[in-house]
Structure formats: C-alpha cells, structure tokens
C-alpha cells in the first residue's frame, strides 16, 4: 500500500513524499521506504528510491507504484500546469500554489503569461494586503482581474491593468480622486493621499488594529511604494504570535538581547513563521522577497488556522 498524506492533486515542478508499506497475512511486513523498487512514467516526473515524486509535466492520472517482493501497490495523482509561468522549479513554488489555491494571490498577466515575479521584492503596500488576506480582513481580487502590486522607482515594474488603479498617476491626480471618494476611512500617515485604492483597504486592516507602529517614525509617513523589509514584517507578524518563553534564545549572529524588536523576532522564530539564513544571520535589514513572504505567509495561515 502507498500513501501520500492525503494528497490527490499537485503542480508540476512541486514534489510529493510518498511512504509505502507492505503486509502479510494482516501483519505489518519490516520495511521502509526504500525496501521498494519505486516507478512513475517518465513523461510525468521523477522518482527517487525514498518514495520523492518530483512533477515535470501535467497528466490527470498519474500513477506512483511501489513493488516489494513482487507485489506492488498504486497511487494515482492528478499533476496540474503551475498557476504561474515564472515558479516552476523554484524554491518557493509548493508556497506559491497554496496560497494561488487559496485565493490569496493571483499574480500579474502578462505578454508571457500569469506571473508571480518570486525573487522581486514585497513593497510596504503588497505586504499589507498580503497579510490583511491571510487574516481573512480583506478579500483578493477575483481570478480574471490582474492584481498589479508593482510600485514605481522599481526597474522590474510590470505594466499595470486598467481593472486597478496604478501608482504611475499624478499625486494631484490621486488626491483629486481621494476627495471624490467617501468610502475610505481616515488614516493618520502624512501620506495617506498617495496609498493606492487597491491597497487602501489592506493598509487601513492592519492599521485599525494598531499593527503598523514600527512602520512609521517622526514624519509620519508611510511610504507605501517602498521596499519592506524582514525587520518591518517581523515587526508586525510578532505582534500576531504566541508570546516566546521567557528563557528562549536566539543565537543568530546579527540579534542581539539589546534590539528594540528583540521580543518580536523571538516571537516569529520560536513559532516557525520565520527562520534565519544559512550563513547563521536574520538578515532583519535585508528587503523581503516575493518567495520569501509566500513562505511566511505560508506558515502563518497555517498557524492562524488551528
């Protein structure tokens, strides 16, 4: 028998852990997963001697087999086309799929097709409608509109949809429509004016409830179109956590006891949402990526729902 944690439909260039076993006269036969000679047609993918399925192309029955001592054991999936042109074989992309499933993102169309843009950096603006999603206060577009979450003074900006206000507009222009408009609820950032409509309501979410302190300083202005960094995010997502025990430590080389923030990054690193890089750093000051938000967006909604 082959099982795969209830999983029946996956995206091609993720990859699935599938466990087999063997039983003989009701009894569990000794073995592990690499007792089994393991096949998958090669037009589907990959398999490796420990059960790991990697998808390269899609197919809608696509079967796993697992042989023991000449008997075998099928499991069938269905393998889709990725919802984004550009996460194919990324690191990211098992993060990406769920969150697109989710309706929580739904990516730029463009002349090559949807695309997340994964190694691009989350502005303050995409982090907050991101987060205000994930908390279910705000809800993402629909499938067939283009959600543009580029900002300007950027060299990767994508051309934005008539669907969603851009933020290539004048700022006379903005704030002739912000006057026209009584729907938006008042904010006390100095640049309220500028945040976009189709940001408005996420930045509003999370202001409302007090979570986006850190973000602003003495100007108080919000910068919206600006990059967000790990140290802003960690700021707001640990305010959202279970509190870290008292006696919990950090040993990465760049936090410190004395940080301003130092309560938060416990908090983010002891509930998993966050971990540090490979070299031993938080890298708090480094901007946050697409695929690294998809990751932590990832884990909290997972966190948010038990």
Known sequence: YITAGGVREIYVGETVDFDAGAKRYSFDVYCDDESFTWSVSPEYGYIFENGLFFATSPGDEVEITASYN??????????K???????????????????????????????????????????????CIMLS???????????NRTLNETQTGTE????????????????????VQSEESTARPEMSFADTVLIPDWAYDGVYALY??????????????????????????????????????DDYSVSLSDVSEKDADYQYVKNVLYSGIFEGYEDGTLGAD???????????FTRLSSKLQK
Not at 156 to 175: G, K, L, P
Not at 286 to 296: D, H, I, K, S
Request: net charge negative.
């Open 81 to 127: 086309e990725p919802p984004f042109a550009d996460i194919s074989g990324h690191w990211s992309a098992t993060e990406v799929c769920k969150l697109y499933d989710a309706g929580i993102v739904v990516g730029e169309m463009t002349e090559n097709g949807r695309m997340f843009f994964p190694d691009r950096a989350y502005s303050r603006n995409e982090f």
């Open 156 to 175: 990767n900006n994508a051309e934005q949809s008539d669907a969603v206000q851009t933020q290539n507009e004048t700022e006379n222009e903005i704030a």
């Open 133 to 143: 999603r994930i908390m279910g206060l705000t809800k993402a577009p629909e499938e």
């Open 208 to 245: 409302d409830r007090g979570l986006l302190s850190e973000f602003v300083h003495a100007d108080m202005m919000f910068d919206g179109s600006l990059p967000v960094t790990r140290r802003e995010v960690i700021s707001v997502i640990g305010k959202i956590c279970a509190k870290a025990p």
């Open 286 to 296: 480094r901007m946050l990526t697409r695929a690294e938000g998809a990751a932590v």
């Open 70 to 79: 000449g008997t075998s054991g099928t499991y069938k999936i269905k393998v």
